[in-house]
């Protein structure tokens, strides 16, 4: 009777199951039937078990796609533009200490330089510089500060050495501009950086050059104390890098060069670029920095480079942010520049880790022109406002004109190849074509396991009863005896 129970529940959950094949495996009357839908059934099971492993071993892959679209806007975020001077320090500001120390400091860093930072060259050299450094102590009883010497003869920023600005064909001045150290040059300019996320950004609405910015500066060349012999600026003009607003500038690794006596047509467009999280990837937004107000990779570098060279060097680069004590310039030469160079030398294990990318990135790439400036009668006209001669503006007055070519953003998206909807509906989708099977299927199957169960449980329990009826029969037998 048991077995008999047993093949009924098989039999009736066979028959109305909404998995496909149980319902033909029951009702078949001959053997080839019945061995053709058994063997239907196991290579529908075969064929759900190998598609749905190979879709979870996808999605565990975490791989990744690459959305890319054009997005039309009103407006753009005009971006943050720094400037910089190839000369680095003005002639006319210049004590014979100042040349005293510049010298030397050049020549520390163009002999540690070529001796590649090795080591015992860099003590050898700290050993023959120690009458400069002797010297430095003695002549600055509270310090000497790269920083404050380089703001004092430095390139300034003003009407003279910027006679003509605007922006969206307003005037702006030397006031809107922020200070900025690049050790390579010295005093740098930028043009609407922002101080913190609440500050007001500039805009450009229409596209095209008369709604950027253009500015004319005069770098005044008779200034110049790049020489050959200290392995001085090439170049004659201005240095400029486009970048975020939140992004620290390097503009002797990033900059675009535009000469004297030359007119730079810069169009630009934005790049905007999403990157994803883990698992799908390592980017972070979630990370604070010390010193600047969003995180950025380049941001994060140079706080990994700074808290590196603090430790070994006691300083720091008079161009890094903080307000830690500058380096003199033989510990900058020989010490803090070593360090920057060893560390970004093996950056993935000094830095990698904890400098990912950010989440979203917005970059300008520019496209640059370059005309002649200025003409013929323009020549005339500011030879008479400066009262120099004709060749003066060819010889140090460069023009720039940054502006967006259109106002679309191009954005690069990056998503989950699958997800883990995606994953679900793959399996869902993998079990109904093979086997018919959907959630309610499922509920089916553990429906029957647990009658299966409950079934089983019955089947021990009269048998227990009766062994123990016979043996009280017994006992009762014995006594009436």
């Keep these: 009777m048991g077995k008999g129970e047993g093949e009924s529940l098989e039999t009736e959950f066979a028959s109305g199951t909404t998995c496909h094949g149980f319902n033909r495996l029951a009702v078949a009357k001959k053997w080839p039937h019945r061995a053709f839908w058994t063997v239907a059934i196991l290579w529908g099971f075969g064929m759900t078990t190998w598609m749905i492993s190979s879709r979870i071993e996808a999605y565990f892959k975490y791989e990744t796609s690459t959305e890319i679209r054009v997005e039309e806007k009103y407006a753009l975020e005009f971006p943050a533009v720094t400037f910089c001077n190839f000369n680095k320090y003005r002639r006319s500001a210049m004590t014979a200490l100042d040349w005293y120390i510049y010298a030397n400091s050049k020549l520390a860093e163009k002999y540690a330089f070529e001796a590649d930072y090795d080591p015992e060259a860099t003590a050898a050299l700290r050993a023959a510089f120690e009458g400069f450094e002797a010297n430095l102590t003695a002549t600055y009883p509270g310090g000497f500060d790269f920083g404050n010497f380089t703001r004092r003869i430095g390139w300034e920023l003003n009407n003279e050495t910027m006679p003509l600005c605007l922006f969206r064909m307003k005037q702006c001045f030397p006031e809107n501009f922020t200070h900025a150290f690049q050790s390579e040059y010295g005093n740098c300019y930028t043009f609407n950086s922002h101080h913190d996320e609440d500050s007001l950004s500039l805009q450009q609405t229409r596209p095209g050059a008369q709604q950027g910015l253009y500015i004319l500066f005069d770098i005044q060349q008779a200034e110049y104390t790049e020489l050959l012999s200290l392995n001085g600026a090439l170049g004659v003009g201005i240095d400029f890098q486009i970048h975020s607003w939140y992004e620290r500038p ?26 994803l999280a883990h698992p799908w990837g390592n980017c972070s937004n979630d990370r604070t920095l010390k010193h600047f107000p969003r995180y950025s990779r380049s941001g994060c570098e140079v706080e990994c480079y700074l808290e590196k060279v603090l430790e070994l060097c006691g300083c720091k680069p008079f161009s890094y942010p903080g307000n830690a004590v500058n380096c003199n310039p033989v510990d900058q030469v020989l010490c ?64 720039l004109s940054i502006y967006y070519k259109d106002l ?74």
């Design 336 to 399: 803090a520049d070593p360090t920057i160079f060893k560390v970004a030398s093996n950056f993935q294990k000094e830095c990698g880790a904890r400098c990912p990318e950010a989440c979203q990135i917005i970059e300008y790439p520019p496209t640059v022109s370059y005309a002649p400036f200025p003409n013929y009668y323009m020549a005339q006209e500011l030879a008479s406002m400066y009262g120099t001669n004709a060749n003066y503006a060819s010889e140090n007055l460069v023009g």
């Design 250 to 275: 390097n503009v002797a690794q990033h900059g675009l060069g535009a000469g004297v006596g030359t007119a730079a047509l810069v169009s630009m467009h934005q790049n905007e670029l999403q990157n």
């Design 408 to 481: 679309n953003n191009r954005l690069t998206k990056k998503n989950p190849a699958m997800t883990p909807s995606g994953l679900l509906s793959d399996i869902g989708g993998q079990l109904g074509l093979f086997i018919g099977m959907s959630t309610l299927t499922l509920m089916e199957f553990g429906e029957y396991i647990i009658f299966k169960i409950i079934q089983c449980c019955r089947k021990r329990k009269p048998k227990t009863s009766q062994s123990k009826g016979v043996a009280n029969n017994v006992k009762v037998d014995e006594s009436g005896m």
